[in-house]
């Protein structure tokens, strides 16, 4: 099993900033491909970006420009460092990570997602 915890929501003023961390623990042999979405209420749970283990990167073309997806593989850590936050960005933000973990001697797959840190944004 995979844990990820997510870290850094917090309500803030439009125009703000807001850094989000994504701590993934477990039996972890290899994380691939990571990534951030988020779900406001009501509508369905959408891509904001994704970071390849090399550091290729994927945004939505609404947080393309202001929000910066990073890893830190060492730590098996995910980070978003969102600027210039706008009230529409409002929304519980998922870390999500697939890769692989060594059990018992055997490697299997996993996708795995955290349980969601709140991000408001309001005046």
């Known amino acids: 099993q995979v844990q990820l915890v997510e870290s850094g929501g917090d309500l803030a003023q439009p125009g703000g900033s807001l850094r989000l961390s994504c701590a993934a623990s477990?039996?972890?042999?290899?994380?691939?491909?990571m990534g951030w979405y988020r779900q406001a209420p009501g509508k369905q749970r959408d891509l904001v970006a994704t970071i390849t283990k090399g550091g290729s990167t994927n945004y939505a073309d609404s947080v393309n420009g202001r929000f910066t997806i990073s890893r830190d593989n060492a730590k098996n850590t995910l980070y978003l460092q969102m600027n210039s936050l706008k009230p529409e960005d409002t929304a519980v933000y998922y870390c999500n990570a697939e890769g692989f973990v060594n059990s018992l001697g055997y490697y299997r797959s996993f996708n795995s997602w955290g349980q969601g840190t709140q991000v408001t944004v309001s005046s």
């Open positions: 477990g039996r972890i042999f290899g994380i691939n491909d």
